[in-house]
T-cell receptor, first 113, second 111 residues
Framework: GEDVEQSLFLSVREGDSSVINCTYTDSSSTYLYWYKQEPGAGLQLLTYIFSNMDMKQDQRLTVLLNKKDKHLSLRIADTQTGDSAIYFCAESIRQTGANNLFFGTGTRLTVIP | EAGVVQSPRYKIIEKKQPVAFWCNPISGHNTLYWYRQNLGQGPELLIRYENEEAVDDSQLPKDRFSAERLKGVDSTLKIQPAELGDSAVYLC?????????FGPGTRLTVL
């Protein structure tokens, strides 16, 4: 079955880089995603990576994928207080023409001014 | 363009009462999802619709949960009767070609 794991908490100082890690078990994942959830809000898609890629960069965000170890990471450069939120990694496994998402437990990022 | 709309945002009920949640997806999105997010957890899929057809309801507790998506647009999710363990945030999402857009959710508290 699908099992996506993340560490629960991360604290960084404003201006430093944050690295949020995720491991997954299903090798048939097609895409891997990072979502951000702020208090009282729904999930916002930050970025995603196709499973045959090993890196993707988008402004302050860098996603690294180690498919052999089934390890995904999200690096946020120059972390700001507005980045404080819960970050979820999710994998999709193509079934019947649509991508069902399986989420991790989320990592609560706290940015200290 | 409006995002995914859900109502109500908050609901407090006593156990054994019925409750219903409503979702209006992004216009033109044919796929609609209902997720449940327990406290401190990631969302878990309950049911997925392709237009008006429920194509994956394997995680929906069918003894007390039901859902419908008449006309393939809006959807409602119902719990009857609610139990204490149903307290959670119920999220609706919609998609057209893969990327899922989430609504703000309905936070249900069962007393």
């Amino acid at each position: 079955g699908e099992d996506v794991e993340q560490s629960l908490f991360l604290s960084v100082r404003e201006g430093d880089s944050s690295v949020i890690n995720c491991t997954y078990t299903d090798s048939s994942s097609t895409y891997l995603y990072w979502y951000k959830q702020e208090p009282g809000a729904g999930l916002q898609l930050l970025t995603y990576i196709f499973s045959n890629m090993d890196m993707k960069q988008d402004q302050r965000l860098t996603v690294l994928l180690n498919k052999k170890d089934k390890h995904l990471s999200l690096r946020i450069a120059d972390t700001q207080t507005g980045d404080s939120a819960i970050y979820f990694c999710a994998e999709s496994i193509r079934q019947t023409g649509a991508n069902n998402l399986f989420f991790g437990t989320g990592t609560r990022l706290t940015v200290i001014p | 363009e409006a995002g995914v709309v859900q109502s109500p945002r908050y609901k407090i009920i006593e156990k054994k009462q019925p409750v219903a949640f409503w979702c209006n997806p992004i216009s033109g999105h044919n796929t609609l999802y209902w997720y449940r997010q327990n406290l401190g957890q990631g969302p878990e899929l309950l049911i997925r619709y392709e237009n008006e057809e429920a194509v994956d309801d394997s995680q929906l507790p069918k003894d007390r949960f039901s859902a419908e998506r008449l006309k393939g647009v809006d959807s409602t999710l119902k719990i009857q009767p609610a139990e204490l363990g149903d307290s959670a945030v119920y999220l609706c999402a919609s998609s057209l070609r893969g990327e899922q857009f989430f609504g703000p959710g309905t936070r249900l508290t069962v007393l």
